[in-house]
């Protein structure tokens, strides 16, 4: 990549992360709606605990966001770290760190590459972030130096925007400008195929996507965001 190119991509996530701090506050009073939080931490819970190998795992949690996941995996018993690069979604995710014994430590830091030696987690999880993600690939290649022998990646996402963030009932395009969405290749991805084709270019073993029904049935209860349109969700896995 040219010293250009790179500085496109890197203006376009200044902006990514511009948007997410801004959105954070709203976004976390979404996820923590009390009608429906017990029934999501259920869910969730089990997903990450048929995903991941039995705890305590030194898990890294990339995109951490609100720290959502990262909260589920320390109330599983994982040593779990957080990072996000968006300042807004880290207060939100320290805050609720704070709440609990052995929460998540939670940490600025690049989802593309994480500054931490090599072999020094048993996982790598993610949620809501490959369609968000510039370079991907070089993103999942530097998660899988940072596994253990026999570690697993696996991310939760969904083809949130298959006719183009252009159509997209949420309005992005202010923020998604076209510089943005040109540094993000998965972001108007029509099949969940495209991700799991990425793991599996990083090298890893047994790359399976698993429609998370649960999680659609409770998007059918309680509704979905505003501005979302209810689609099925996956978890895409696999190990070194």
């Known amino acids: 990549m040219s010293q250009s190119q790179e500085s496109a991509v890197m203006g376009a996530q200044e902006r990514i992360n511009t948007y997410w701090t801004g959105r954070a506050p709203g976004y976390d009073e979404y996820q923590q709606r009390p009608d429906r939080l017990a ?61 609990i014994t052995n929460g998540p430590v939670i940490r600025h830091g690049d989802a593309v590459h994480p500054d931490f030696p090599p072999a020094s987690f048993d996982a790598v999880v993610s949620r809501y972030l490959m369609w968000t993600l510039r370079e991907p690939e070089t993103a999942v290649a530097n998660w899988v130096r940072l596994l253990r022998p026999g570690g697993t990646v696996a991310v939760v996402d969904s083809t949130w925007f298959p006719d183009g963030l252009d159509n997209a009932s949420e309005n992005f395009a202010d923020h998604y400008d076209s510089q943005v969405r040109a540094a993000l290749p998965l972001a108007a991805a029509t099949s969940i195929d495209q991700t799991v084709a990425v793991l599996e270019r990083a090298g890893l073993t047994g790359v399976t996507a698993t429609p998370l029904t649960s999680i659609f049935e409770l998007d059918r209860r309680f509704g979905v965001a505003p501005n979302h349109e209810h689609r099925m969700q996956y978890l895409v896995s696999g190990w070194v």
């Open 39 to 99: 029934d999501d931490t259920r869910a969730w819970s089990k997903i990450w605990a048929e995903a991941l190998p039995t705890a305590p795992l030194e898990v890294l949690d990339v995109g951490t966001g609100t720290g959502q996941v990262a909260m589920v995996l320390a109330g599983l018993g994982h040593r779990v770290t957080g990072i996000d690069l968006a300042e807004g979604m880290l207060d939100q995710a320290r805050r609720h760190a704070a709440a």
